[in-house]
């Protein structure tokens, strides 16, 4: 069975500051995709940014940026210059590329961006 | 616009009734979820359906039925045998092939009066 963990219930950053939020996971599967997904305060799902895992480079989608260490079975989501409007939970997943594709979610992190 | 359209958006529930939760999308998905939120939690996986007519139970499934007639519509039943239903329900779509990202409707919260 898979798992993702996140162990940071809760995060603050100053604003334009950059800020890192942990995700490991355990899967005894070689073939998998990672996500990270954005919940604001009114329920939402946003998607952020994706990671196969066997893709070479990190995954970078603007001011997001995955830090994946395949090795350490992690797959931090970085934000750089953050903003008011990144406060909000977020939430790292997993998919198996075989059998149940349904992508499995970590407990997730809030992180309050302050000015 | 294409987008999963979730109704309700608040419901409540007495004792001993079922209810059911729609779900509908327009983006020609094949695949479609029921997640179950609780409060400061993670979501946790209750139905899939991959293909029309078939479905499969995710890691709640009890108290909970489902159906999959029509490729758009995915609704969820919350049945009398579901103790605990308050929750956040989101259902999620997705298209098979690269990425497979999970394209989420606005959710529906459900409460017991």
């Known amino acids: 069975a898979q798992k993702i963990t996140q162990t940071q219930p809760g995060m603050f950053v100053q604003e334009k500051e950059a800020v890192t939020l942990d995700c490991t996971y355990d899967?005894?599967?070689?073939?998998?995709?990672l996500f990270w997904y954005k919940q604001p305060s009114s329920g939402e799902m946003i998607f952020l940014i994706y990671?196969?895992?066997?893709?070479?480079q990190n995954a970078t989608e603007g001011r997001y940026s995955l830090n994946f260490q395949k090795a350490r079975k992690s797959a931090n989501l970085v934000i750089s210059a953050s903003q008011l409007g990144d406060s909000a939970m977020y939430f790292c997943?997993?998919?198996?590329?075989?059998?149940?594709?349904?992508?499995?979610f970590g407990s997730g992190t809030r992180l309050q961006v302050q000015p | 616009d294409g987008g999963i359209t979730q109704s309700p958006k608040y419901l409540f529930r007495k004792e001993g009734q079922n209810v059911t939760l729609s779900c509908e999308q327009n983006?020609?998905?094949?695949?479609m979820y029921w997640y179950r939120q609780d409060p400061g939690q993670g979501l946790r996986l209750i139905y899939y359906?991959?293909?029309?007519?078939?479905?499969q139970k995710g890691d709640i499934a009890e108290g909970y039925s489902v159906s999959r007639e029509k490729k758009e519509s995915f609704p969820l039943t919350v049945t009398s045998a579901q103790k605990n239903p308050t929750a956040f329900y989101l259902c999620?779509?997705?298209?098979?092939?690269?990425?497979?990202?999970?394209?989420f409707g606005s959710g529906t919260q459900l409460s017991v009066l």
């Open positions: 999620a779509s997705t298209l098979h092939g690269f990425n497979e990202k999970l394209f």
């Open positions: 899967t005894s599967d070689q073939s998998y995709g």
């Open positions: 990671q196969g895992s066997y893709d070479e």
């Open positions: 997943a997993m998919r198996r590329d075989t059998g149940r594709r349904a992508l499995t």
């Open positions: 983006l020609n998905h094949d695949a």
């Open positions: 359906s991959q293909i029309v007519n078939d479905f």
